[in-house]
Structures are given as structure tokens and as C-alpha cells.
């Protein structure tokens, strides 16, 4: 098998909770190939912030925890790595989208200073060098008069304008990967149909991997070439897009995309998926679906089931159990 | 259902300005137009749909309607009696009539009430029964919104974020209200809850012969909610049409390209997006003339000049577009 860009193998992260540490997600196996996104989705609380999270190790020290598992980038094991060690990969080779530009931009220094000083940590570049790159960037970005807005605040930005501003700080170093997390929430839809226009166009024109993080199906079809669904901590099902869309196998998954309502063909009724999704602390020891899927079993409720592989997809589910070739 | 004609609510040129910091050396005051001469009727048991992106003034035109703000022009007939103009004693009938539904079941719960204290507060306040009629009232209702009998004495907090919407609803629907304001009542769920939560709004709807106004900036919740849609822009209404011909017949261009830039989950949907140009402009200097032209792929010169007015081009279908006037589009 031809090396992968970033591997993930049996990552296991937890959180300390009232003095007890709590699995937050555990049996995380996944691969990104050069050049591919993959979009992970699921409902809050699923796992997907604090997987691409923990890629990075940027979740907090004193109160999370690495359990166990791999993250292999461009064939060296990163999951150990100390912090200086990791600030020469952040940024420079896997960069980050975060989902709220107001939070995630300074108040207080200009739009200019802050992409210039992501340029500043990795390279030597004299001030023109570095105001030239930063202007080029804000234009590939589609951001409108970039010498105007290269002087300007966050406050005097619009919402659209300032994830522009994130997108480009984060291609300003040419990273292999970007991990954006949930870049266009917060936006409105036709702001968002412009901030897809500029992925999909940097996509097209270099090859750079995506990792998209997200709860929007619509966004996920429209973008990704494979997808990752995640609940409760846990992988559900992985394979291509069109696989998960045309053929979902994981009860979560089918019911996950019967309950979308449409905005493109008329529904009578939307088939709801029963229940909530467990907490932390209650979740169950077998499938974490197990509480609301329709065809639990007895297996369900007492073993995780690991991944099968049915045709191009992996499923984590009893219900294929036939199916002989098990991958973790 | 047979009443579907009769429209319970009517809204009339209904303005709503809020004062904005002044200038130094501007001439007199300025206004945020944040409602602008909105005018449209909602049936007896109908959905009718509000949509637009933020800040286009969906929400001020829900409080306008229920007078939780006051209009600053305009009228608003309820059951033919003017909301705007009625005395603090009408407004207190009328207001067991209609209700409303918030969009943060985080917030518009109070954390130190136990559900049932939430749920019989609208009855402490309008009804004289005996408590055991309230307490009645309030275990029947919690059963018509899937709530447990049992959780009556928990507090908000030891719910998800489905369970407190359901609250919020028995809340808002414990006098039995005819008309229910629901402002964007399940944007902050989850899409597995949020299909919960929209079939229960259904439900009762059919079982209450509830009329209901449903604000959302997500076309395809309204797609499946809504009898009639209204799309807004900037204040006003660019459109109004029946779910089915909006969405098979866009006429406003804003409306077209707003269902265009909706993501569909299909991994095989081709379709052409149109992509607007530049941001929503500031509301506290809108373009003149129609608010759109500035986006508008289709321009004409009077576009800058004159605002369009909301005319029928088709049977129920309106529009506030030069283009159609022209009869370029229709």
C-alpha cells in the first residue's frame, strides 16, 4: 500500500472529569491520501473536533490525554512529539481552519500584521517579501482591495471576509493538509457558497489534502471524496462519498440522511432517528448506537463491533458480521 | 383545514426603525430600517415561512408581530382587531392567543424553574382554574410533546437540547394559543433531534389546528415545513409565493440564488451556482432603490432609482423585481 499523508491508527482521547478520566473517543483508525479530502461528519459532541484536535495536540494539557494509538505524518510518528517539535509542523505543513473567525482572529492587531507574523515563524523574509506574499494570498482568497484591507481591524471585517482572512492565514505557509473545522457554520449561505467556491478552486489548483469537519451533509457530498461518520466517540462508517450517500450501511448513517428535510425535492416526512445521544459518562459498553438503532441486538449491547469491510466500505456494525474481513 | 382561506393574521406596511447613533454634523436622526414596509396574511392553519439571512430583520418582524417591540408604523391584524394600536388590557387577551417559540432552548429557559414550574407559568399568569387543573393541563401537555411524566421536577440543565425545545414548546402551547411565532426553532439542534422536533411542530399542528409563522434561514427546513414562503432581503420581502412554486419557479434573482447556494446532500446534484458577489450591505446605509442591485446579476438602470413594489405576477406569487415588471422574467 503506497504511504498515506497522514494515518491515524487506534487513537484513544480522554478527558478529565470530576477527577476520573473519560473516554471521549476511542478505536480512531483513519487515513488522508495526498491530494484527497476527507470529510468527517456527525452531531455535536461526536469526536470530530477532538480528533483533528489531538492530530495537532492542540487539546489542553492538564485535562486531556492522548490513550493510545498513532498518528503517522509524511511517514514520522507525531502522536509523542514534544511542542517544539510539533510548532514546526503547525502551520507550516498541516495548517487549521477554526469555525469561528471572531474568536479565533486578535481584536487588536490588523489583518496585515496577524498574516504576516504566520509567515514570521516559519521564514526569513525581509518586510516588503512578506507584505508582497501577504497581499498575493488575500487576492487568491478572493478578499476585495487586499491593500485596504491589510490595514484593517477584525471588527471592521464581515463574517464572509474574516474566514477569508482564516483560509489564507492557513495557506500563507503551503501546507500538505489543511484541517478545517467547520469552516463555514457560522456563515450564512450565500457568504458560504463563496467560501466553497474558494476550497473547491484550491482544491482544482493545488494538491492539497482537506480534511473537512462538519455537521452539514450538503456540504460534505459537495466537497469530499471519502467520508468518515462518527458518533459518540466512534467511527461508524467510512468509505466514498457516493458509496455513503446512494448506499449507507450503519443504521446511523441511513438514519442520519433520512432525517436531513431537503431544500431540493419535497419530503411528506422526515424519519427521525429515536433518543439522544448518550452522555460521556452513560454510554453504553457494546455498539455506542446500540441505545437507539432499530436493529439492536443482544451482541450490541455487550461487544463494540469493529470494523467490517462490505464492498468498498467499512461499517462498524453486528449486522455485517458475515462479512470475514475484519480491519482493526 | 376547510378555513384555509380565512386569514388570521394580516400585516400591514408594518415598519419597524430602530434610532442609530447619531453622526456629528448629519441632519437630524438616523434609522436602521430594520423591518421596511412589510405587508403580507397569514391563513387560518397555514405555515407560513420567513426566510433570509441574518440580519435581514426576520426576527424584528416576529417581535413587531407579537408587539414584543413596538412597530414603529404599520398595522398588524389579528383576527381583525390592530395589534399596533390595541390598549395594554386587549393586548393581554390576545396575547393567550398567540405565542412563541425562541430559537435557543438554552436561553429562553430559566435555569432555577423545574419544567413543571415553566410549563404552568403562561397559566399562573392567565388562568383562574384550581391548581389541580393547571397540574392537569401540564402533565397532559408534556405527554403531547413526548416529555416524560416523570422528569416534571428536573431542571432545564439535566436536559438535551431536543428535551428543552420540547419545553419550550408545551410551554408555549399550554394556553392553547391559535397562533404560534416560531423564531429559527431548531437551528441550535442536532440534525437527528432537529427531524424530531420539526415532525412534533407538524403534529401538533394537525392536532391543534394551529396556525403557525416560521422564521429559519435554511431553505430546506422551510421546504418542508411551510404552505407559503416569504423571502426578505434587507428588510422588506423580495418574494412571496406557495412553497411549490417558489422552489420549482424562482422569480427575485436574490431568491434564485439563494436556492442555488444551498449544499445538497448528493454527492451526484449538479447544478449551476450562482455566486453573489460582496456581503450583505449595512442596514444602517442600504443601497437605494431596490436593496439588491448591488449583487443583482441582472440590472437595470431604474434599479437604483426606484424601489420595486411586491406585485402579483402570477396567481399567489409576488414579487419585487423591475425585471418581472418587464415581463423578462415571468
Known amino acids: ?328 | 383545514m376547510i378555513e384555509i382561506q380565512r386569514p388570521i393574521l394580516q400585516v400591514e406596511n408594518l415598519q419597524k426603525y430602530f434610532l442609530a447613533k447619531k453622526k456629528l454634523f448629519s441632519k437630524g436622526p438616523a434609522y436602521v430600517k430594520a423591518v421596511d414596509d412589510v405587508s403580507f396574511s397569514i391563513r387560518q392553519g397555514e405555515t407560513f415561512g420567513i426566510v433570509g439571512e441574518s440580519g435581514c430583520g426576520k426576527s424584528t418582524l416576529c417581535r413587531a408581530i407579537l408587539r414584543l417591540t413596538e412597530p414603529t408604523g404599520g398595522k398588524v391584524l389579528f383576527e381583525g382587531k390592530d395589534i399596533a394600536t390595541a390598549s395594554t388590557e386587549e393586548m393581554r387577551g390576545l396575547r393567550q392567543k398567540m405565542q412563541m417559540i425562541f430559537q435557543d432552548p438554552y436561553a429562553s429557559l430559566n435555569p432555577r424553574m423545574t419544567v413543571r414550574e415553566l410549563i404552568k407559568a403562561p397559566l399562573d399568569v392567565f388562568s383562574h382554574e384550581s391548581e389541580e387543573g393547571k397540574m392537569e393541563k401540564v402533565i397532559k401537555i408534556m405527554g403531547l410533546v413526548g416529555l416524560n411524566e416523570e422528569s416534571i421536577n428536573k431542571y432545564p440543565h439535566e436536559f438535551s437540547g431536543g428535551q428543552r425545545q420540547r419545553i419550550v414548546i408545551a410551554r408555549a402551547l399550554i394556553l392553547n394559543p391559535e397562533f404560534v411565532c416560531c423564531d429559527e426553532p431548531v437551528s441550535a439542534l442536532d440534525v437527528s433531534v432537529r427531524a424530531q422536533v420539526l415532525n412534533l411542530m407538524l403534529d401538533l399542528q394537525k392536532q391543534l389546528g394551529l396556525t403557525y409563522l416560521f422564521i429559519s434561514h435554511d431553505l430546506s427546513v422551510i421546504r418542508y415545513v411551510c404552505n407559503r414562503i416569504a423571502v426578505m432581503y434587507l428588510g422588506r420581502i423580495v418574494e412571496i409565493a406557495s412553497k411549490d412554486e417558489l422552489y420549482a419557479n424562482p422569480l427575485h434573482p436574490y431568491t434564485k440564488c439563494l436556492l442555488s447556494s444551498i449544499p445538497v446532500p448528493d454527492p451526484d446534484h449538479k447544478s449551476e451556482r450562482i455566486i453573489l458577489e460582496g456581503d450583505v450591505p449595512s442596514p444602517y446605509n442600504p443601497p437605494s432603490g431596490c436593496h439588491f442591485h448591488t449583487r443583482c446579476n441582472s440590472v437595470l438602470s431604474c434599479c437604483s432609482v426606484e424601489y420595486p413594489l411586491l406585485r402579483e405576477v402570477a396567481p399567489g406569487h409576488f414579487v419585487a423585481c423591475h425585471l418581472c415588471r418587464q415581463g423578462e422574467l415571468a
Request: a neutral charge.
Open chain 1, 1 to 328: 500500500m503506497a504511504e498515506h499523508l497522514l494515518s491515524v491508527h487506534d487513537l484513544a482521547v480522554s478527558f478529565l472529569v470530576r477527577k476520573k478520566w473519560i473516554t471521549a473517543v476511542s478505536d480512531i483508525s483513519f487515513y488522508v491520501d495526498k491530494g484527497e479530502t476527507l470529510g468527517i461528519v456527525g452531531e455535536s459532541g461526536c469526536g470530530k473536533s477532538v480528533t483533528s484536535l489531538s492530530i495537532l495536540h492542540l487539546l489542553p494539557k492538564t485535562t486531556s490525554r492522548i490513550d493510545r494509538g498513532s498518528i503517522v505524518f509524511e511517514g514520522t510518528e507525531i502522536s509523542h512529539f514534544d511542542d517544539k517539535q510539533m510548532s514546526r509542523i503547525r502551520g507550516k505543513q498541516i495548517a487549521m481552519i477554526f469555525q469561528d473567525s471572531m474568536t479565533s482572529l486578535n481584536p487588536v492587531m490588523t489583518i496585515g500584521v496577524q498574516l504576516m507574523e504566520a509567515l514570521k515563524v516559519h521564514q526569513k523574509l525581509s518586510h516588503e517579501e512578506m507584505h508582497q506574499r501577504v497581499i498575493t494570498i488575500l487576492e487568491n482568497v478572493g478578499m476585495p482591495s487586499p491593500e485596504k484591507r491589510f490595514d484593517e481591524y477584525p471588527h471592521q471585517l464581515s463574517g464572509g471576509m474574516r474566514q477569508r482572512v482564516m483560509i489564507a492565514m492557513a495557506l500563507i505557509q503551503s501546507p500538505d493538509l489543511l484541517i478545517a473545522d467547520e469552516p463555514t457554520t457560522a456563515l450564512d449561505v450565500t457568504i458560504q457558497a463563496q467560501i466553497l467556491g474558494i476550497m473547491k478552486d484550491l482544491k482544482k489548483n493545488s494538491d492539497i489534502s482537506i480534511m473537512l469537519i462538519t455537521h452539514d451533509m450538503g456540504v460534505v457530498a459537495e466537497m469530499t471524496d471519502r467520508i468518515m461518520v462518527m458518533y459518540a466517540g466512534n467511527i461508524m462508517e467510512m468509505g466514498c462519498s457516493k458509496d455513503i450517500f446512494h448506499n449507507p450501511l450503519h443504521p446511523y448513517t441511513q438514519g442520519l440522511l433520512a432525517s436531513i428535510p431537503r431544500s431540493d425535492k419535497d419530503i411528506v416526512r422526515l424519519t427521525s432517528i429515536e433518543g439522544t445521544v448518550p452522555t460521556l459518562m452513560s454510554m453504553p459498553k457494546g455498539c455506542h448506537f446500540c441505545t437507539r438503532c432499530k436493529y439492536s441486538m443482544a451482541q450490541c449491547v455487550t461487544e463494540r463491533p469493529p470494523l467490517f469491510l462490505v464492498g468498498a466500505q467499512l461499517v462498524a456494525c453486528w449486522r455485517y458480521a458475515h462479512q470475514e474481513e475484519r480491519l482493526t
